[in-house]
């Protein structure tokens, strides 16, 4: 019969279209793979890095925080994008009642999307000021290396229920192929730092 015809073909060519989607994701994934193992120079790495994520994920500013679990906050090591007041590289805030502590907490993804002011304001009162630039959907993925969360890459954009989950999950893949060239820079960090104590 005709229409199961029809039914045939959208569902072929839905079912091509997937598959090319993903073809291009994971060469994608592969080129951020490449760039983070191009060289050991973390900012180069986090540019080019931000260039290749767009191509997946459009955003209007990504960030790279880490975790210091010493004294318990959270540091901005790189940000591309809309300019939030005060949160500049190296701004640090507390980790309790902040996204990145969810993020720890359940070592998964946070797609935040909220509907108020005032929703943001409860749950996460250090999100205010991305939220009054402008940035009405947010991404948040821990960076995990050796079971435990070193830091948080969120992805956000001005444009209102921007993300799925099908975007967060990605950003899930993001994050793992980062993660480790973060964990190398902290460690980097580390070791120049004992260095100069001696």
């Given at each position: 019969?005709?229409?199961?015809?029809?039914?045939?073909?959208?569902?072929?060519?839905?079912?091509?279209?997937?598959?090319?989607?993903?073809?291009?994701?994971?060469?994608?994934?592969?080129?951020?793979?490449?760039?983070?193992?191009?060289?050991?120079?973390?900012?180069?790495?986090?540019?080019?890095?931000?260039?290749?994520?767009?191509?997946?994920?459009?955003?209007?500013?990504?960030?790279?925080?880490?975790?210091?679990?010493?004294?318990?906050t959270v540091t901005v090591a790189y940000i591309s994008g809309v300019d939030v007041k005060n949160?500049?590289?190296?701004?640090?805030?507390?980790?309790?009642?902040?996204?990145?502590?969810?993020?720890?907490?359940?070592?998964?993804?946070?797609?935040?999307?909220?509907?108020?002011?005032?929703?943001?304001?409860?749950?996460?009162?250090?999100?205010?000021?991305?939220?009054?630039?402008?940035?009405?959907?947010?991404?948040?993925?821990?960076?995990?290396?050796?079971?435990?969360?070193?830091?948080?890459?969120?992805?956000?954009?001005?444009?209102?229920?921007?993300?799925?989950?099908?975007?967060?999950?990605?950003?899930?893949?993001?994050?793992?192929?980062?993660?480790?060239?973060?964990?190398?820079?902290?460690?980097?960090?580390?070791?120049?730092r004992a260095e100069q104590a001696m």
């Open positions: 019969d005709f229409t199961d015809q029809i039914r045939a073909e959208e569902a072929l060519h839905k079912s091509e279209e997937e598959s090319r989607k993903l073809a291009e994701e994971n060469a994608i994934m592969a080129e951020i793979g490449r760039i983070i193992s191009s060289t050991l120079d973390i900012d180069d790495v986090y540019e080019r890095f931000a260039e290749k994520v767009r191509n997946l994920i459009p955003f209007d500013r990504i960030t790279i925080r880490t975790l210091d679990p010493k004294d318990n949160h500049q590289i190296g701004y640090s805030t507390p980790l309790p009642r902040s996204v990145a502590e969810e993020c720890v907490r359940t070592q998964a993804g946070l797609l935040l999307q909220p509907e108020s002011f005032d929703e943001v304001k409860t749950r996460f009162p250090n999100l205010l000021p991305s939220f009054q630039a402008g940035l009405q959907s947010m991404m948040f993925v821990p960076l995990i290396s050796k079971d435990r969360v070193i830091g948080i890459l969120s992805i956000q954009a001005t444009k209102p229920k921007a993300y799925t989950q099908g975007d967060l999950k990605l950003a899930e893949r993001v994050g793992n192929q980062i993660a480790g060239a973060v964990a190398n820079a902290l460690l980097f960090v580390e070791l120049k």
